[in-house]
């Protein structure tokens, strides 16, 4: 079908009908048609009428058709048309056929506009960076074409102003409104230090960054690339359709010849002749050709418009046949952002005081637990500070020998029961000694994202097992687990182990992993789907899945997997509505129930309701009462 595999550019804005000629042609041929009809039951005659529409409706698809013929050697639907259009003309049938060439013209257009419509989530994306930036060179303030943007410069976003492409906060702070990227309503506050996509609006104060992508080569040119990537690539419905199309379209010139020789052989030759161009467009898969191509390229342009990036067909069809999802637990399940919960001390210190021991050793340390301790006090640095890597600090503080671990490697002493029950309520504990004894535990923990319950609860709604696969303690992941309401934990897990664990689900049905960082990129690479949380997850492992989310709202994961079944029921809807069509015209066509005219606007009515049915795919999908909105771009 001549929709399939156009390229449009998503900058530019759609072409009214009234200019576009693959709208007008088919028109024009449509009031030729009728004018002919009208002229003909006048009693002028309307044969110059219906040249004029056949000719006109004709143009639309035949010189395509032979092109594609005589370059490809490739037999297509449009061939079919051009056959049957010039039988019936040197029958002299050409009413019929010029009913023909506008009919299936019309449907051309339409699917044409259908498909448009389908990719215009792509325009809506780019229009997002604006066309100009304001950049900042040598204190002086520029506004420059925001394509020119390149890596390190310096960028000034003011209120109101889309941020023009990937930076870092180098001075201010405000509000950001990221809800056309990322499907996120609330407002996401940002200061130095923090990373802003690009397409976010600023809402409160002005922004200096430091770009960290160039104009045309960021996270929303980004999204759009693979959108359109997964637009073109086919999956396994897909496949089926075009197994089933293929051999279809010289089987129904075999068809067609066979009814036109046998009929010849024992009855009149013009009738059987003219039932075999009726059985030739009776035949053809038109609706089975748009079936699949429509809806997915609906459905993942639907998709990308609350936050959901899939980079294959393939990957949107999969989605909705997922029976199990694993998680990551850290930054997938959880903020990512450890704190401290619980501080339990030895009679003689507060909890203060070991906080401030902690802190001053560990202002020396990079370790995520360590910004935890120093973000929860105040306190001046240690001196002689040493790292174990994995294992904690030692140091001076006041003159004393201070250290702090993990109870693998400080003994907790009289704290032993205490540490269990932080290990237990799902914190990490860490010992702190001073002068060789233990003088307080701290639990910190990474806490459960607020809505991740809410998530993990539509999933099993939708008939989907969640499992946790985590490199943490047993205790640890348990209680999160529980909390998240997730039965199936598997703790202590290297990454080589997750990819293991993922090859046993997947054994047990189609299973998709979910996670942000490095270490989740084997597995997300060996599930049958791999899912990326959020455009802060490693670049391991947004490459290594098959979809991106581009929000950190794990609601969005049911919204996604609800949306992609539909798509997938929308799919066999008009595969199974095409092959209806073709099986109850082809016997109609022979014996001669159904003439050339009828068959042929039973077939386009077919493949109307086929692009009307796959456009249902564009449609947000709802996932419960509080799943995140984005805004309508």
């Not at 048609?33 to 006109?56: D, V």
């Not at 914190?427 to 003088?439: D, K, L, Q, S, Y």
């Amino acid at each position: 079908m001549s929709a399939c595999g156009c390229e449009h550019d998503e900058r530019e804005e759609e072409t009214p009908w009234w200019r576009d000629t693959e709208i007008l042609l088919p028109i024009l041929s449509g009031l030729a048609l009728a004018a002919g009809f009208t002229a003909e039951q006048l009693g002028a005659g309307g044969a110059a009428f219906y040249w004029a529409g056949l000719l006109l409706g004709g143009y639309t698809f035949a010189p395509t058709a032979v092109r594609t013929l005589v370059t490809e050697r490739r037999l297509g639907i449009g061939l079919l048309m051009t056959i049957s259009a010039l039988g019936a003309i040197i029958l002299g049938y050409v009413e019929e056929a010029a009913a023909l060439a506008f009919l299936y013209s019309i449907v051309e257009a339409l699917e044409d506009r259908a498909m448009d419509r389908a990719r215009s989530g792509l325009g809506s994306l780019l229009s997002l960076v604006p066309e100009t930036a304001t950049v900042v060179v040598d204190g002086a303030a520029a506004e420059i074409p925001a394509a020119q943007l390149t890596v390190g410069g310096t960028i000034l976003v003011r209120p109101g102003e889309r941020v023009p492409t990937d930076g870092i906060v180098a001075n201010g702070r405000s509000g950001l409104d990221t809800s056309a990227i990322t499907g996120e309503s609330i407002p996401v506050d940002v200061g130095v230090g923090d990373e802003i996509i690009a397409g976010s609006i600023n809402l409160t104060a002005p922004l200096t960054l430091t770009a960290t992508a160039s104009g045309t080569d960021n996270s929303l040119t980004t999204v759009v690339r693979l959108v359109r990537q997964a637009q073109q690539e086919k999956g396994e419905r897909a496949r089926i359709a075009d197994r089933i199309a293929r051999p279809l379209v010289p089987g129904v010139l075999i068809l067609a010849a066979a009814v036109a020789i046998l009929g010849s052989l024992f009855g009149d030759p013009e009738l059987w002749i003219t039932r075999s161009l009726v059985v030739l467009v009776a035949a053809s898969p038109c609706a089975l050709a748009i079936s699949v191509p429509l809806t997915v390229v609906a459905g993942v342009g639907a998709a990308s418009r609350f936050g959901v990036v899939f980079k294959s067909g393939s990957a949107f069809e999969e989605l909705g046949g997922i029976r199990a999802m694993a998680f990551d637990k850290t930054g997938t399940l959880t903020m990512s952002s450890p704190s401290v919960v619980r501080v339990e001390t030895a009679p003689e210190y507060t909890a203060d005081d070991v906080l401030s021991l902690a802190a001053a050793l560990e202002q020396h340390s990079t370790h995520p637990l360590a910004r935890a301790i120093t973000d929860a006090v105040a306190a001046p640095p240690a001196s002689d500070a040493e790292e174990s890597a994995g294992l904690g600090m030692t140091g001076t503080v006041g003159g004393a020998r201070v250290a702090v671990g993990n109870p693998t490697w400080l003994s907790s002493g009289h704290l032993t029961a205490k540490v269990k029950e932080l290990q237990g309520s799902g914190m990490t504990a860490v010992i702190v000694h001073r002068e060789g004894e233990p003088v307080g535990a701290i639990g910190l923990r990474d806490e459960l994202r607020s809505e991740a319950a809410e998530a993990i609860g539509l999933l099993h709604e939708d008939g989907i097992e969640t499992v946790m696969l985590t490199g943490d303690s047993e205790a640890s992941a348990r209680a999160l687990a529980s909390a998240a309401g997730i039965d199936d934990v598997r703790a202590n897990l290297r990454p080589e182990d997750k990819s293991d664990a993922i090859a046993g689900l997947t054994g047990r049905g189609r299973t998709a992993m979910v996670g942000d960082g490095i270490n989740d990129g084997p597995a997300l690479a060996s599930a049958d789907l791999g899912i990326a949380m959020g455009l802060t997850g490693s670049d391991v492992a947004i490459e290594s899945a098959d979809i991106a989310f581009l929000g950190d709202d794990l609601r969005l994961l049911p919204q996604a997997v609800r949306h992609a079944r539909r798509g997938r029921r929308i799919i066999d809807e008009n595969i199974l509505l095409s092959l209806l069509i073709i099986t109850a015209l082809v016997p109609l066509a022979i014996s001669g129930v159904l003439g050339l005219a009828a068959v042929v606007l039973v077939h386009e009515v077919g493949e109307i309701i086929v692009i009307l049915n796959g456009l249902r795919a564009s449609r947000r999908p709802t996932a419960g009462t509080s799943t995140p909105q984005a805004v309508t771009v």
